[in-house]
């Protein structure tokens, strides 16, 4: 179960609160990192989003033993972190959310598997979101019962690449 994740954005205070509207959720500062925020959803899950100034990067043991935080001044546009999160809002609501802040939205589909809404914070970061009509294929497709079938599906794929 993922509980939360950091990831850096231009305008974190910005895309926190996109994300908070998508969520239904609250947003808050994160100080131990200046200019940070973090966006609660206020679920049964305490699923949390934490938004760094882009160039954040964690440094072990930086900070009394454990983890800190430096900002790399030549960060790169895109990122390879992504996540797949259910969220309350419907594909429209999610299009009409993306239209207003100039963000890519595309419904896709993850090779006949199931589909995700590509939602592009800042046209950089890729969330993909499982609206409440999308969410129970995802599952069904990840299940315990299902995960052997899937493992085969997807060596037999790799192997044909």
Same mark, same amino acid.
């Given at each position: 179960?993922?509980?939360?994740?950091?990831? $850096?954005?231009?305008?974190?205070?910005?895309? $926190?609160?996109?994300? $908070?509207?998508?969520?239904?959720?609250?947003?808050?500062?994160?100080?131990?990192?200046?200019?940070?925020?973090?966006?609660?959803?206020?679920?049964?899950?305490?699923?949390?989003?934490?938004?760094?100034?882009?160039?954040?990067?964690?440094?072990?043991?930086?900070?009394?033993?454990?983890?800190?935080?430096?900002?790399?001044?030549?960060?790169?546009?895109?990122?390879?972190?992504?996540?797949?999160?259910?969220?309350? $809002?419907?594909?429209?609501?999610?299009?009409?959310?993306?239209?207003?802040?100039?963000?890519?939205?595309?419904?896709?589909?993850?090779?006949?598997?199931?589909?995700?809404?590509?939602?592009?914070?800042?046209?950089?970061?890729?969330?993909?979101?499982?609206?409440?009509?999308?969410?129970?294929?995802?599952?069904?497709?990840?299940?315990?019962?299902?995960?052997?079938?899937?493992?085969?599906?997807?060596?037999?794929?790799?192997?044909?690449?």
């Amino acid at each position: 179960m993922l509980h939360h994740i950091s990831v $850096a954005v231009i305008d974190p205070l910005y895309v $926190a609160e996109v994300l $908070a509207e998508i969520l239904h959720g609250r947003v808050v500062p994160f100080p131990p990192n200046p200019g940070s925020y973090i966006v609660l959803a206020g679920d049964e899950f305490g699923t949390m989003f934490e938004f760094y100034p882009l160039g954040t990067e964690l440094i072990p043991d930086s900070y009394q033993g454990q983890a800190g935080f430096q900002l790399n001044q030549k960060p790169s546009h895109y990122t390879s972190v992504h996540a797949a999160i259910s969220v309350p $809002a419907s594909l429209e609501e999610i299009e009409r959310i993306g239209e207003k802040e100039g963000w890519r939205v595309f419904l896709a589909n993850r090779d006949g598997l199931f589909d995700v809404v590509e939602f592009w914070v800042e046209n950089r970061l890729m969330l993909e979101l499982l609206t409440p009509s999308l969410t129970p294929r995802y599952l069904s497709v990840l299940s315990p019962q299902q995960l052997p079938g899937l493992i085969d599906q997807l060596a037999l794929a790799d192997a044909r690449r």
